[in-house]
């Protein structure tokens, strides 16, 4: 299980980049939910999310999820090209995986990459 | 094995768990009197006078096999269907009640609902098609729901042609109940001259969907490309409800740029019964499949390599993604379903172009000959396929009262539906229907029109 440091973590396994605005999922997330094969992001350029709202929804073969934002504020970029290419998501969660990107908002309750890691263990158990 | 569903051991077993000693403590609550009441039934019919009887109460139907000449359709059409269709849906693998769609005890369910999907989409000319719905109705207002999880509900009008056929609308505007979405077109006053290009100046940017019939409700065929095109300059959907005969003749919706292909599939070597049960077709692009309702079979390979079929793209449908999926609907005819498929490959491209053009050319000879009768006129000059409205000018239901005296069923009181068509009736002919059939409906109408 990888959880870069850089970035923090909310407990329905999202992360967001405060040095960035993006969020996305992580790794253990597309790792539990396997082959994902359909991606749809639920907002646009220029709305305004809170923390909690779903900002996408995500099917693999057995399972489908939303996904909640983990930071709220103005919707500054959607990746609009995880829709064509959903597996993006299990090879590469953090980097071109990431779902939205918001400007001038603050984290939810969030966990940094150690205290996840630890959440995660505990789980697997 | 055994009908009887407990042994009295189990019986008794279950009376000691429940805490009463016998059957008749169990049913205590109900009061003695009404325990057995005497139902004063006549005696007992042996088998023999039990089918009597009800040979005598089935003769009192008539039927369009040997009694009558029907020229009734509005969206339910008399073809003739080959027998092995039904030899092949009353084999016991597929008479069953519930589809089951495990893959490790039904890959021959799961083929036949593959190679129903297969023929569908190639019919339709689209990418893909689901397992089907109950019928053309709720397949259409399956084709609002998509278009309404497309846009995610932020597209609120659905653009229903007054030329969709009225119990289709009736349905669609039950299902967006309580949606928050406004239906625009859907209006019986309408002019029906009017051309289908003049539903577009009502698509605006908040439109998400278009709903045209190909045939339309009256039989009249249109190219729907310039109008789908101007539905998706303002990025709007649209949905062709299509008659499966007469995509054998003319150009798919798929062609045309469509993006749902829904429709009824009983035309396909279904009895039409008493109006059902039937089947829905309902095909779509690959990009909207994610959003599409119903049950999808793919085919794939086992774990030693052969070729095998399957239930995909489930986590989309309802029992797994719940109140974010795009219908609460998983259920398909698969029996129906499958009847259209025999009768389908039983007829090939080739057969099934024959129907349509005899459809077309004995509707062609009829409208010639009835728009020759005084005092009676083919009411729209536009390209039709096998259905027409006439105007017979006296009431729809007097005509049919004296056609029926004459062995035949005529055609659908239009005025019941559309005001300005009273004294209208809509005819379909078929490849069921002989020179003569059309002969004597001309020959009994023209009687009509002299008394």
Same mark, same amino acid.
């Given at each position: 299980m990888n959880a870069p440091a850089s970035l923090k973590y909310t407990k329905s396994d999202e992360w967001f980049d405060p040095a960035t605005g993006a969020m996305g999922i992580t790794d253990y997330a597309q790792s539990q939910l396997s082959d994902i094969v359909f991606v749809e992001i639920l907002v646009d350029e220029g709305d305004t999310v809170d923390v909690g709202k779903a900002i996408a929804s995500v099917e693999s073969v057995k399972a489908s999820a939303e996904i909640y934002a983990s930071a709220g504020g103005k919707v500054s970029a959607v990746n609009k090209g995880l829709s064509d290419k959903p597996e993006t998501l299990n090879s590469d969660p953090y980097g071109e995986g990431w779902m939205v990107k918001v400007e001038g908002g603050a984290a939810g309750d969030v966990m940094d990459s150690s205290a996840y890691e630890k959440y995660c263990e505990e789980r697997s158990h | 094995m055994t009908y009887i569903p407990i042994s009295p051991k189990e019986r008794d077993a279950m009376l000691e768990t429940v805490g009463v000693k016998s059957l008749d403590d169990l049913f205590e609550a109900v009061p003695a009197k009404h325990r057995f009441p005497m139902l004063n039934l006549p005696a007992a019919l042996t088998e023999m006078e039990a089918m009597q009887e009800l040979s005598n109460l089935a003769q009192a139907n008539e039927n369009v096999r040997t009694d009558l000449i029907s020229f009734l359709g509005a969206g339910m059409y008399n073809h003739y269907i080959p027998s092995v269709v039904d030899h092949i849906l009353r084999r016991g693998e597929f008479y069953t009640a519930y589809t089951p769609y495990q893959p490790e005890i039904s890959q021959g369910t799961l083929q036949a609902i593959f190679e129903y999907q297969s023929l569908m989409a190639a019919l339709t000319g689209m990418d893909v098609s689901n397992?089907?719905? !109950?019928d053309g109705a709720t397949a259409t207002a399956e084709a609002v729901s998509l278009a309404y999880a497309q846009f995610r509900g932020k597209r609120k009008k659905v653009i229903v042609s007054p030329t969709l056929h009225p119990q289709y609308r009736a349905v669609i505007r039950t299902y967006v109940q309580g949606m928050e979405l406004e239906l625009a077109?859907?209006?019986?006053?309408?002019?029906?001259?009017?051309?289908?290009?003049?539903?577009?100046?009502?698509?605006?940017?908040?439109?998400?969907l278009l709903v045209v019939q190909y045939?339309?409700?009256?039989g009249r065929v249109y190219d729907y490309t310039k109008l789908i095109e101007a539905a998706h300059a303002r990025g709007a959907l649209v949905c062709v409800v299509a008659n499966p005969t007469a995509l054998a003749l003319f150009k798919t919706p798929g062609s045309m740029g469509a993006d749902i292909v829904v429709g009824d599939?009983?035309?396909?070597?279904?009895?039409?019964w008493y109006g059902g049960p039937s089947v829905g077709f309902f095909t779509t692009r690959k990009s909207f499949v994610h959003k599409m309702a119903g049950r999808l079979v793919g085919e794939t390979v086992d774990n030693r390599g052969q070729r095998s079929y399957v239930l995909t793209?489930?986590?989309?449908?309802q029992h797994i993604k719940r109140e974010r999926a795009t219908s609460n609907i998983c259920t398909n005819q698969g029996l129906i379903a499958l009847g259209t498929a025999v009768y389908l490959s039983l007829l090939g491209k080739k057969g099934l172009r024959q129907v349509a053009e005899l459809c077309y050319q004995k509707a062609h000879y009829a409208a010639q000959q009835l728009s020759k009768i005084d005092g009676m006129g083919l009411c729209f000059s536009e390209p039709f396929f096998h259905e027409f409205a006439l105007c017979v000018n006296r009431p729809v239901a007097e005509v049919n009262a004296h056609l029926l005296d004459h062995g035949i069923l005529g055609g659908y009181d239009l005025g019941q539906d !559309?005001?300005?068509?009273?004294d209208h009736m809509l005819i379909a002919v078929t490849e069921m229907n002989s020179k003569e059939d059309i002969d004597t409906l001309v020959h009994v109408l023209s009687e009509v029109s002299h008394d």
């Open positions: - | 397992a089907s719905h !109950y077109g859907d209006d019986p006053n309408t002019s029906l001259d009017s051309q289908p290009d003049e539903l577009a100046n009502l698509i605006d940017d908040n439109t998400s045939p339309d409700f009256f599939g009983q035309p396909l070597g279904i009895p039409m793209l489930t986590a989309r449908e !559309y005001p300005a068509l009273k």
